[in-house]
Nanobody
Framework: QVQLVESGGGLVQAGDSLRLSCAAS????????MGWFRQAPGKEREFVAA????????SYTNSVKGRFTISRDNAKNTMYLQMNSLKPEDTAVYYC??????????????????WGQGTQVTVSS
């Protein structure tokens, strides 16, 4: 099975940018469809973005379209989430997730088999 470790979170001001990374170990990243989710205090975990095994298919929740970009480098066993024009409402713990049996896993967290421990993103106004 794969182990996932997120990094790159932090405290930034509104309008700033961050790039999150999700490093995979144990198995090659190309074996998995991947996604990013986030969970704010007192709220349910929500879908942010997803990418297919090859990287050719991507999708985003409406609130981040045009600001966030999901990508992957299978040679480096790493997935990324570039977050630009950050807003206070983007504050959350961000999780990366991997789906083993699907080419593209989409928005449903139940489609994902493995999860990282999360990285905190805090955006101040």
């Amino acid at each position: 099975q794969v182990q996932l470790v997120e990094s790159g979170g932090g405290l930034v001001q509104a309008g700033d940018s961050l790039r999150l990374s999700c490093a995979a170990s144990g198995r090659t990243l190309s074996s998995y469809a991947m996604g990013w989710f986030r969970q704010a205090p007192g709220k349910e975990r929500e879908f942010v973005a997803a990418i297919s095994k090859s990287g050719h298919m991507t999708s985003y929740t409406n609130s981040v379209k045009g600001r966030f970009t999901i990508s992957r480098d299978n040679a480096k066993n790493t997935m990324y989430l570039q977050m630009n024009s950050l807003k206070p409402e983007d504050t959350a713990v961000y999780y990366c997730a991997a789906a083993e049996t699907m080419y593209y896993a989409g928005t449903n967290p139940r489609a994902y088999d493995y999860w990282g421990q999360g990285t905190q993103v805090t955006v101040s106004s």
